[in-house]
């Protein structure tokens, strides 16, 4: 009688209560957590429909505000830069106001509309079922997407993109439009902000279609990469759950020169993600662009609207779209053979060489996605201003660098292609046109759905406590090393009468579900009765974790509470073993090792760690080395086998080889260190960027910044440094010294290696803004700008 009393309620009676009064439970005070708490969800179908009516019209008034400048103020801080902020988002700001005239905000699609205020467990349910039956309340119709690709080799716009973006006989429903290479200068590469973010963009708005009305969406940008995102005007009422993020793959696996930026949205019931991408450069390097396109996946996620949801990745959407200059390339032939091929037009013959078709074909890469018939010749390279193949020194060999590729359910591509007429790059644009069949909601079938839904759970409701099964709870990680993932699986079953909400929730005075170093994914989902969830337990110790593991004063031990809604919990106990490393060790306490840091006793790095941050030692016991052996290997390597090496500290290196490079570092296994130079010079930044305590130690930091325009002031605070600081930072600096007599080998200059050092030698101890950079950057300056006090790099070498 209760439930059919509550199921005649009024869904104005219902929202009125809840919002006037905060649930409480009383169980989650012993946690100290937040949470909305689950809320009983009964609606009769009038109260929805007039009541979501009115949340939709204020929802549509919010948003008018934000719709506009979603795409060029929305995006995080740090994808964008700092510097010319003020003069850039005027002219951002003019442009904007010239591309989205008079186009109506973008709303919620037609599912939020007849959708309900987030209730909790009930809701979920409700949405659980509803995706179940969606085909029930859903069509799929036919929308046309521009799905559009171009190196601009950090050139201006010097022609109309019309005969690329224009080229189709109808106008498209959207255009998703990505450039790579949008600016290669020092500056973007070390503040993030560049002029011809705006002026690409007025030239994509000037290219698009004239016979019709285009509406701007979304801009994202990281670096050179950009993504922008246009709709027909008629369709923006139902684009909604707009999201952009960026993932950097470049050098340390995190700068942006290399990447991808990826915007997802929902239109109608279909969830699209497009993903614009620039993998690794290098015929050789295809394993590097496997690696980069696995990262990215990885990496990048979505927050949701609801913050409840476990976060959104790629392969989450229904619709994946991957456009971009991925980079791989014909492999096995001679540059002679692939024009010879490309003049006769056996496009065939020469694909059977290229290196995505062959890690498609191996399921390496790209598992699931679809690419159109190439039957164009090689988009890149080409000399500038023209349609003549490279006739630099170099010679490349052509190459079908840019490409796009999908993923998805009633999906046509209608066409695939080059546009030979720009000649404003080293690249030709690629342009596809696909037919995708989006699902969209028949409201009268959606209502009469979610009434009969409504009703079955009433009917069904009980009393029944919760209940879920562990496959394990308890979990050992051996042998777990510094930036080397490891994971193991839970599986949870729901063996109880009723569907449940579980989340790992945060212990008592702990301000996480679990320590840094461990991730549960998904760390909160909703199971059906009798479905099961695999929760991936993953182990990561990075270079904010490693300095604790490594001195001791952490131990890689946590328990993690997953809690069931209305339910109980349930403990899952992590122990690993971490293997000590070099890698998060400080400059003393490496100064002080005899031995390799894997052949020392734990408690003897404890003890040293802990003489080495009193500053308290032993002067004939624990007499240090000049600078770590580790510093020492990897330099010299450097010195002697990479001084020039081509993009040296710009190109990155293997995953795989780093690894061997640091259990080299580790073991002292072998007097060479192993893997490609680029590997050796990532593997020496990211030790620097694993110091505990920076080679100019964080004390420093605003000494340096104050007197970062005067040289001599700069070379005191130096002399004032720890001993081993000091001779740390000499001989990195006369390494870059020499480095930069070979930069017509090496194409490395003072620019490049400022900005990138000052961030690792010089790291500020909170966000360093805009102007600390550039002090930053100007303090190092003064030390690779060689003076007849500077010692060469063979001056200073451990003992």
């Keep these: 009688m209760i439930i059919k009393r509550k199921t005649m309620r009024n869904l104005q009676d219902v929202y009125e ?14 946690y100290r957590k937040v949470s909305k708490g689950a809320r009983s969800l009964r609606k009769s179908l009038p109260s929805i429909v007039s009541k979501t009516s009115r949340m939709s019209r204020v929802k549509r008034s919010e948003r008018s505000n934000t719709a506009d400048n979603s795409g060029l103020n929305g995006d995080k801080e740090q994808n964008r830069g700092d510097g010319g902020y003020e003069s850039q988002e005027r002219v951002r700001g003019e442009v904007r106001d010239d591309l989205i005239r008079s186009s109506q905000p973008i709303l919620a699609n037609k599912a939020q509309m007849l959708g309900m205020p987030q209730f909790g467990l009930q809701d979920n349910l409700i949405k659980c079922e509803l995706l179940k039956n969606e085909d ?29 973006l224009g080229s189709t006989p109808n106008p498209p ?17 070390l503040f993030n902000d560049t002029p011809k973010e705006p002026e690409w963009m007025l030239a994509v708005y000037k290219g698009l279609h004239p016979d019709a009305k285009y509406t701007f969406v979304k801009l994202m940008r990281l670096v050179g990469i950009m993504l922008l995102f246009y709709a027909k005007a008629e369709h923006a009422t139902h684009i909604s759950e707009v999201e952009a993020e960026s993932v950097g793959t470049g050098v340390m696996w995190r700068m942006g020169n ?43 996620q979505f927050g949701q609207q609801d913050p409840t949801l476990q976060a959104l990745t790629i392969m989450k959407h229904n619709v994946v779209l991957w456009l971009g200059d991925l980079n791989y390339r014909i492999s096995d032939l001679e540059v002679n053979h692939v024009k010879d091929l490309i003049a006769k037009k056996d496009f065939e013959s020469l694909y059977n060489h290229d290196q995505l078709k062959r890690q498609m074909d191996e399921e390496v890469v790209f598992v699931g996605f679809n690419e159109g018939e190439i039957d164009f010749q090689p988009t890149y390279k080409y000399d500038i201003g023209s349609d003549h193949w490279d006739t630099s020194e170099k010679c490349r060999v052509p190459a079908w660098c840019d490409r796009i590729l999908w993923r998805g359910k009633n999906i046509q591509q209608l066409h695939y292609q080059s546009h030979m007429t720009l000649k404003t790059s080293d690249h030709k644009p690629v342009s596809s046109l696909l037919e995708i069949g989006i699902k969209v909601v028949n409201e009268e079938s959606y209502n009469k759905t979610f009434v009969e839904i409504v009703r079955q759970i009433d009917r069904l409701e009980n009393d029944c406590i919760p209940s879920v099964s562990l496959s394990q709870s308890e979990f050992h990680f051996k042998d777990v090393k510094f930036m080397q993932h490891q994971a193991q699986t839970v599986t949870v079953h729901n063996d109880g009468q009723e569907p449940c909400h579980f989340e790992f929730i945060q212990k008592l005075d702990e301000p996480a579900y679990c320590k840094p170093w461990l991730t549960a994914n998904p760390a909160k989902g909703f199971l059906a009765q009798g479905a099961s969830v695999d929760i991936d337990l993953e182990l990561f110790v990075n270079c904010s974790t490693a300095p604790e593991l490594n001195s001791g004063q952490q131990k890689l031990e946590d328990i993690l509470v997953l809690h069931l809604e209305r339910g109980k919990d349930y403990f899952i106990s992590i122990i690993a073993s971490y293997l000590p490393s070099c890698f998060g060790s400080s400059l003393g306490t490496l100064c002080l090792l005899r031995e390799p840091i894997q052949d020392m006793p734990p408690d003897t790095i404890r003890e040293l760690s802990m003489k080495a941050n009193n500053q308290v030692s032993d002067p004939e016991a624990d007499k240090p080395q000049e600078i770590p052996k580790e510093v020492w290997m990897m330099v010299d390597h450097l010195f002697r086998f990479a001084i020039k090496q081509e993009d040296l500290f710009q190109q990155p290196g293997l995953r795989s080889e780093f690894e061997e490079i640091r259990d080299c570092l580790d073991t002292g296994s072998s007097d060479t260190l192993p893997g490609s130079n680029h590997s050796v010079a990532e593997a020496f930044l990211l030790f620097l960027d694993a110091l505990p305590e920076p080679v100019i130690p964080f004390s420093f930091y605003q000494q340096c910044l104050d007197c970062s325009s005067d040289s001599s002031q700069c070379r005191q605070i130096i002399s004032k440094l720890p001993h081993c600081h000091k001779n740390v930072f000499n001989y990195v600096m006369a390494f870059l010294r020499e480095l930069l007599k070979h930069s017509a080998h090496n194409s490395v200059d003072v620019n490049i290696l400022a900005p990138v050092f000052a961030s690792l ?26 003076s007849p006090s500077d010692r060469g790099i063979h001056d200073k070498l451990p003992e």
């Design 17 to 30: 209560q809840y919002s006037k009064e905060e649930p409480k439970f009383d169980w989650l005070t012993k």
């Design 136 to 164: 029930a309340y859903t069509y799929i119709h036919n929308y046309s997407f521009f799905l559009g690709t171009y190196n601009v080799n950090g050139q201006n716009p010097k022609e109309s993109l019309s005969p690329w």
């Design 173 to 189: 429903d959207f255009y998703l439009v990505g450039f790579q290479e949008l600016d290669l200068s020092k500056e973007v590469f």
């Design 258 to 300: 290399k990447g991808a930026v990826a915007i997802r949205f929902r239109f109608h019931n279909s969830d699209i993600c497009v993903v614009n991408s620039h993998l690794a450069a290098h015929t050789e390097d295809y394993e590097r662009r496997n690696q980069d396109f696995k990262d990215i996946c990885r990496r990048m």
């Design 761 to 786: 030698l010089l790291r500020s101890p909170t966000n360093q803004n805009i102007t600390e950079k550039r002090k930053a950057k100007e303090f190092l300056h003064h030390f690779l700008v060689h």
